[in-house]
């Protein structure tokens, strides 16, 4: 089993910058993708990023492209996901996924373990 918990979230000016952490535990795998996602309300759950753990290999959407960056601490077992630039179409509930498989994907049905989110909110 593994457990995700994310960490960062709050309230934030249009503009400004919040970094997101989401740190795994229990039986981690040698190689697996970790992705964050988000879901406002009344919306879809959308994917945002994901780096795929071995190789550090990132891909994002293209609505976050040049303002967000996914970074990972192996040491930590810890994903970031550093926001710029942030925008009120940002607002959502952000969570982190981890997929057994090591290969990167942006459906979240294709994603193992889910954290318990951290809510974003960017006023205008």
């Known amino acids: 089993q593994v457990q995700l918990v994310e960490s960062g979230g709050g309230l934030v000016q249009a503009g400004g910058s919040l970094r997101l952490s989401c740190a795994a535990s229990?039986?981690?795998?040698?190689?697996?993708?970790m992705g964050w996602f988000r879901q406002a309300p009344a919306k879809q759950r959308e994917f945002v990023a994901v780096?795929?753990?071995?190789?550090?290999?990132?891909y994002y959407a293209d609505s976050v492209k040049g303002r967000f960056t996914i970074s990972r601490d192996n040491a930590k077992n810890t994903v970031y996901l550093q926001m710029n630039s942030l925008k009120p179409e940002d607002t959502a509930l952000y969570y982190c996924?981890?997929?057994?498989?090591?290969?990167?994907?942006?459906?979240?049905?294709?994603?193992?373990?889910w954290g318990q989110g951290t809510q974003v909110t960017v006023s205008s």
């Open positions: 996924a981890l997929r057994r498989t090591g290969s990167t994907s942006i459906i979240p049905e294709d994603y193992d373990y």
């Open positions: 229990g039986r981690i795998f040698s190689d697996y993708g």
């Open positions: 780096v795929r753990w071995s190789s550090g290999n990132t």
